[in-house]
T-cell receptor, first 113, second 114 residues
Framework: GEDVEQSLFLSVREGDSSVINCTYT??????LYWYKQEPGAGLQLLTY?????DMKQDQRLTVLLNKKDKHLSLRIADTQTGDSAIYFC?????????????FGKGTKLSVIP | NAGVMQNPRHLVRRRGQEARLRCSPM?????VYWYRQLPEEGLKFMVY????????ESGMPKERFSAEFPKEGPSILRIQQVVRGDSAAYFC????????????FGPGTRLLVL
């Protein structure tokens, strides 16, 4: 099965908050990342959290980490149409002795005006 | 500061031809990573290189694929005798230090094999 799982779609109204969830399996994960991908573009690093943190806030973005449940979430406050994109959760772990980023399949966020 | 640069952005090849994808890391970054993204999928790790060395190629297919990062010039991902299943977006990322240092991604090369 997948090491990192995300729901595939999320639809919200402009101005509402969006919450994108992610679960991972590797308990040795050191950093966890959120990347944004707009159509036809590369990945833009949004934010990251170190595994010894519970929460990180950066302007409209709030990342919550529940290490016990291996659950990561990204909250986008006051969602705008420009936030429409695919959001990827990724973990960086050293369990196999090699630091690789393992990505989820991405959550497509659609913002309804 | 220029970000990670990749070229070409789009590449069309016929089956059996060779594809060469180039990646110039961010200034000051000496660690390069290649990922492949199939349609509707997340990114899959292929290879991690540091200048002149392959550190981890555990995600790279054993045949037809090779990567290098010479002392001078960009990193190259080379796919020989391409097949239709190689059609994908190939992303390069770079970091200043090695993992788990944050990786910054380029815009990708979209390869289409006819």
């Amino acid at each position: 099965g997948e090491d990192v799982e995300q729901s595939l779609f999320l639809s919200v109204r402009e101005g509402d908050s969006s919450v994108i969830n992610c679960t991972y399996t590797d308990s040795s994960s050191t950093y966890l990342y959120w990347y944004k991908q707009e159509p036809g573009a590369g990945l833009q690093l949004l934010t990251y959290i170190f595994s010894n943190m519970d929460m990180k806030q950066d302007q409209r973005l709030t990342v919550l980490l529940n290490k016990k449940d291996k659950h990561l979430s990204l909250r986008i406050a006051d969602t705008q149409t420009g936030d429409s994109a695919i959001y990827f959760c990724a973990e960086c772990s050293s369990g196999a002795g090699s630091y690789q980023l393992t990505f989820g399949k991405g959550t497509k966020l659609s913002v309804i005006p | 500061n220029a970000g990670v640069m990749q070229n070409p952005r789009h590449l069309v090849r016929r089956r059996g031809q060779e594809a060469r994808l180039r990646c110039s890391p961010m200034k000051g970054h000496s660690h390069v990573y290649w990922y492949r993204q199939l349609p509707e999928e997340g990114l899959k790790f292929m290879v991690y290189l540091q200048k002149e060395n392959i550190i981890d190629e555990s995600g790279m297919p054993k045949e037809r694929f090779s990567a290098e990062f010479p002392k001078e010039g960009p990193s190259i991902l080379r796919i020989q005798q391409v097949v239709r299943g190689d059609s994908a977006a190939y992303f390069c990322a770079s970091s200043h230090l090695g993992p788990p240092e944050t990786q910054y991604f380029g815009p990708g090369t979209r390869l289409l094999v006819l």
